[in-house]
């Protein structure tokens, strides 16, 4: 792996882990001295990739997050959680919609499997604005979702309204997970003051534009409130959504080092949303021998700072081979 930005003088405080799990989210952040970790989102079709990776690093999950109820982010978690159970589960349920069964049979089947789980071992919270957790030096905490967006969520039927964020700090580094929060999520923390500036910040919704956002005004702010020195993108090369936006790329490339878990359509040419999700698109990233770009990311964090390193290599060598790369800037 490749390691790029600011190197400490001292041990390891702790590790975060961005995993490359194609379409979806899966982040770990593992204390060094206990081992111990939390999980953040986990994709359908991704758990044995995390309990191998776990059993690789001689880890336990401590605490799972799930930041909203979509399968590329929760489809995982109740396999994982079966086969380490953790002390800690944060999710919520609010934005179920109990008329509905086909569309939250996966939910419910998940939700049930926590119920499996010995109740003296593990405990269920919710996931609000001001849940928070300490893990040896790793201290996390929620910033949204607030009550009234999980009332929106469920009124409307807007899962992502409910996202979470969460907000990391291990010693003087701070990180931020963005889940797939929309844009009036993110004016109403800027709003209220809150601290959202981060060394390292997970874009939301797998790069897309925010949710209401018109002419890249929400994006232009967030990007001003964190103030990023490493915006990390996880999507998958043949996602049939678009993603990630070449929009917020290109506008997050010129203030910060953009760094995609694979590569996209975008950075073959296909910039319109319609281009990017064409036949032509698919059949062109089917082609790859890899799909990696970055790959996945791990920082690790010291009391002065933090190293990042990259899965594949020379991550600006992997840049250059793409024809039109949407994270380079001129």
Known sequence: MTVATQPG????????????VGQGDCTLV?????????????PAGRADQVLEFANEQSISIHTAIVTHWDVDHYG???????????????????????????????????LMQFLNLDRSRTRLDNAQEGAEGLIGKVHWKM????????????????????????????????????????????????????????HIFRWPHHGADLDGDTGGTFRDQVLQAVQPERLIISAGA?????????????????LTKVMCTQVTAGCFGFTERAQRISAQAQQQMRSLTSHHCAGSIRAVVTSSGFTLATQCGDHQERIDQWPVPLCKTV
């Open 238 to 254: 043949t996602n049939r959504y678009g993603h990630p936006s070449v929009s917020t790329v290109r506008a997050a490339s010129s």
């Open 143 to 198: 910033l949204a979702p607030d009550y009234r967006e999980l009332t929106e969520a469920y009124a409307r039927r807007r899962r992502n309204v409910a996202s979470a964020v969460v907000a990391i700090e291990i010693e003087t580094t701070r990180v931020l997970i963005g889940g797939d929060a929309v844009g009036a999520t993110w004016n109403r923390l800027i709003a209220d003051g809150a601290s959202l500036q981060s």
């Open 30 to 42: 593992i204390d060094s001295e206990s081992r111990n970790a939390i999980l953040i989102d986990c």
């Open 9 to 20: 003088n001292t041990g390891p405080a702790a590790e975060i882990w961005f995993l490359d």
């Open 76 to 110: 995982g978690i109740a396999r994982v959680t079966a086969a380490m159970p953790p002390v800690r589960i944060v999710y919520n349920h609010d934005t179920l919609f109990p008329e509905e069964d086909r569309p939250n049979h996966g939910i419910r089947t998940t």
